[in-house]
């Protein structure tokens, strides 16, 4: 079973519309957890952080978490062109070589916002 | 101006030839980290330092080789012994320690390795 899994997609919604954004993960003892936006050819920005169950807001980004499922998602509301990238979902590995911090990345899913 | 420098942009490799890629931050992160990406997948961990003067080995490793000498500058080497070196290359940093906070990464802008 993989780690960290994330629809591949291209994921295409229209301009102004709710992208959903999903990401189950496989160690239930896992307490981060991280949404990154990648834009072709540069590297990850860090775009949300949660740590406890349910919504977290800010802006038009939502992240949920439901540590029960193991599934956290990423909602963004009135999509733009300039949303257009690729989401990379990251949990945190509990007790990697003695570290809390190092994290596992999914693959990522390229959302593709059409004006 | 707080943040990671990542140098050079665009590194040229012949065959057989050592590299090294420069990353540097001000953030006075503790822990800095190394990461490989090629086309379409995700983000795989070289090695990983949590103080100066002490690194331990991510899941790819080998062929690869890192100092930690300064708080701020974590260097890594690419070996010849690396056979496929062809990556976009991304270094990271991070507060160290437990709770809520303290392990989110920020990278800096990369360093795209091609050997010719």
């Known amino acids: 079973q993989k780690e960290v899994e994330q629809n591949s997609g291209p994921l295409s919604v229209p301009e102004g519309a709710i992208a959903s954004l999903n990401c189950t993960y496989s160690?239930?003892?896992?307490?981060?957890f991280f949404w990154y936006r990648q834009y072709s050819g540069k590297s990850p920005e860090l775009i949300m952080s949660i740590y406890s169950n349910g919504d977290k807001e800010d802006g038009r980004f939502t992240a949920q978490l439901n540590k029960a499922s193991q599934y956290v998602s990423l909602l963004i509301r009135d999509s733009q062109p300039s949303d257009s990238a690729t989401y990379l979902c990251?949990?945190?590995?509990?007790?990697?070589?003695?570290?809390?911090?190092?994290?596992?990345f999914g693959k990522g899913t390229k959302l593709s916002v059409k004006p | 101006d707080g943040g990671i420098t990542q140098s050079p942009k665009y590194l040229f490799r012949k065959e057989g030839q050592n590299v090294t890629l420069s990353c540097e931050q001000n953030l006075n992160h503790d822990a800095m980290y190394w990461y490989r990406q090629d086309p379409g997948q995700g983000l795989r961990l070289i090695y990983y330092?949590?103080?100066?003067?002490?690194?331990q080995k991510g899941d790819i490793a080998e062929g690869y080789s890192v100092s930690r000498e300064k708080k701020e500058s974590f260097p890594l080497t690419v070996t010849s012994a690396q056979k496929n070196p062809t990556a976009f290359y991304l270094c990271a940093s991070s507060m160290a320690g437990q709770g809520m906070g303290l392990n989110e990464q920020f990278f800096g802008p990369g360093t795209r390795l091609t050997v010719l």
């Open positions: 990251a949990v945190n590995r509990r007790n990697y070589g003695g570290s809390q911090g190092n994290l596992i």
């Open positions: 330092s949590q103080i100066v003067n002490d690194f």
């Open positions: 160690d239930r003892v896992s307490q981060s």
